[in-house]
């Protein structure tokens, strides 16, 4: 790709969601916004190489959609009344709540109560993240068509309905950012674990995105415990990032990793947050224990020095909350570190995740450490055929390959 | 402002009690003093129903609701609201004041 072209590529993802935002705020239409900021880009594409890059580009891009999207209004039969209409929503869109952020504006109206969850992620991740169509496809393993369709569906509801573009009121703020920390989440671990094996391992324009959109819900709701414990979490697993992937692209174990090359900053700033929590004396939550979890793990300064107790007993809490499979399995990881591989494998045999590729990876891990290799080497067969993430493929196939008698 | 219309939705043949009616009327006069009331009414039960086809020469009338469910819609509201935000609070109002689940879905602008 030419020098342009890699550019554009660093353009979009520091510009789409921003460019998008603004354009759904001036035009009130999520349609619009979304295709005038492609074809904003697509002439882009077009006239940069030939005229050179602007200046500043964001600015370039602003006025280019914003040109389209008025020219395309004038084209319309109905003209009159959209431009009417235009300007009503662009009026009607003074911000609600406390914080005028476009993005923020965007992520709540993608993450509306009234749209199914599956719906609030694929437009937040569409809208906010700047995916493409088949990389959501690929992310929740549907076909690109229906994938297609739901976003489009979506989009019609909110305008036929009347969703409203902003930030609601602060009386509905609690019962609607839970819903929006689940999306957020989903976004970072989409960034953090990426699903599809012919994208890079790690894509830090989605971790990045996720923890900025969480640190704007935070300003907005600074009393919020869960709120606080994903911003928390989201930190203490982004300060990982650079030790989790090696130089030949395969997925380090958080006992392997070179605990030098973790972010002191971000683990600080994660640290203090659940500290802050801890004193505030409430019952914590899903994000706030996960974020305690991931506190004892950068608090050791060598993977021996790892309080195993305290991250079983933080498992156990969380159990409590929330007793799902994939809690219990992971639990399961943090007991074999304190009981045994034994008592570990007991936990996990009984789990109802045979679909998924960490169970088999677990199950494989544990059985290496009882010596059990034949097993083992079923059970990495059964992980690498489920891993959809490329780091992690290369690490399961090596350690497969490693096993006693191969 | 846009409009909706809520559907109360109601899977047996039991009508309001006295208690629920006056609940509905509280509603009623409320939504008429914030200004969102348009029009509202209780419906006769599915079986009151006749299907009409007028599309040909001869009308053909047919006894009966033209789908048969366990649900029916009961009876609605007509409300005038500026976004979906407050018809969903509006919505969930009209819900408990009637004790009954409600479909919320927006006119065509």
């Given amino acids: ?406 | 402002m846009a409009q909706y219309l809520i559907s109360v939705l109601h899977d047996t043949t039991d009508l309001a009690t006295a208690e629920e009616m006056a609940a509905i009327d509280a509603f009623n006069t409320q939504l008429q003093a914030d200004g969102h009331w348009v029009f509202a009414g209780g419906l006769a039960a599915p079986g009151t129903a006749t299907v009409v086809d007028g599309r040909h020469a001869e009308p053909v009338f047919t006894d009966g609701p033209y789908v048969e469910s366990k649900e029916h819609v009961i009876g609605f509201w007509i409300i005038d609201a500026p976004h979906l935000d407050l018809a969903l609070r509006l919505a969930a109002l009209g819900s408990r004041h009637c004790n009954r689940r409600v479909e919320l879905r927006p006119f065509l602008g």
């Avoid at chain 1, 001036?26 to 030939?50: K, Q, S, Y």
């Avoid at chain 1, 300003?219 to 919020?224: C, G, N, R, S």
């Avoid at chain 1, 790892?306 to 499979?325: E, G, H, I, K």
Wanted: proline share 4%.
């Fill in chain 1, 1 to 406: 790709m030419s020098d342009v072209g890699e550019l554009i590529t660093r353009v979009h993802r520091a510009e789409w969601a921003r460019l998008v935002a603004s354009l759904a705020g001036r035009f009130g239409d999520l349609d619009i916004a979304e295709e005038m900021a492609a074809e904003a880009f697509a002439t882009a594409v077009e006239r940069w190489p030939v005229d050179g890059v602007p200046p500043v580009p964001g600015a370039w891009l602003t006025t280019t959609a914003h040109r389209k999207a008025i020219d395309r209004l004038r084209r319309e039969v109905r003209r009159e009344e959209k431009h009417r209409e235009a300007l009503m929503l662009s009026a009607a869109a003074e911000p609600l709540g406390a914080i005028d952020d476009d993005r923020l504006r965007l992520v709540f109206t993608c993450c509306h109560p009234a749209l199914a969850m599956e719906v609030r992620i694929a437009l937040t991740l569409r809208m906010v993240g700047g995916l493409t169509v088949p990389e959501i496809a690929r992310a929740f393993l549907v076909q690109e068509t229906a994938m297609s369709r739901r976003i489009t569906r979506a989009k019609a509801k909110i305008k036929a309905a009347r969703i409203p573009y902003g930030v609601p009121l602060r009386e509905d703020l609690p019962a609607r950012v839970t819903g929006v920390l689940a999306v957020l989440y989903l976004i970072f671990n989409e960034g953090y674990l990426a699903s599809d094996p012919g994208k890079e391992a790690v894509r830090a324009d989605l971790t990045a995105e996720a923890i900025r959109l969480t640190r704007l819900v935070r300003a907005l709701m600074p009393a919020d415990g869960e709120v606080a414990g994903l911003l928390a979490l989201m930190l203490l697993t982004e300060a990982r990032r650079a030790a989790r992937v090696s130089a030949s692209g395969e997925l380090v174990t958080l006992a392997e990793q070179d605990r030098g090359a973790w972010d002191r900053e971000l683990i600080a700033e994660g640290h203090a947050l659940v500290r802050a929590r801890l004193a505030s004396g409430q019952a914590p939550g899903r994000y706030q224990i996960l974020a305690a979890i991931n506190a004892v793990h950068t608090d050791a300064r060598d993977v021996r020095d790892t309080d195993w107790s305290q991250v079983v007993a933080l498992y156990n809490r969380l159990v409590r909350l929330d007793p799902s499979p994939i809690v219990r399995l992971n639990r399961a990881i943090a007991v074999a570190e304190l009981d045994g591989p034994e008592v570990a494998l007991a936990e996990v045999d009984g789990l109802p995740l045979e679909g998924y590729h960490a169970f088999h990876a677990t199950r494989a891990d544990l059985l290496r450490r009882l010596g059990r290799s034949e097993e083992s080497r079923a059970a990495y067969d059964r992980a690498i055929g489920l891993a959809g993430n490329t780091a992690e493929t290369a690490y399961l196939v090596r350690r497969r390959d490693q096993l006693a008698g191969a």
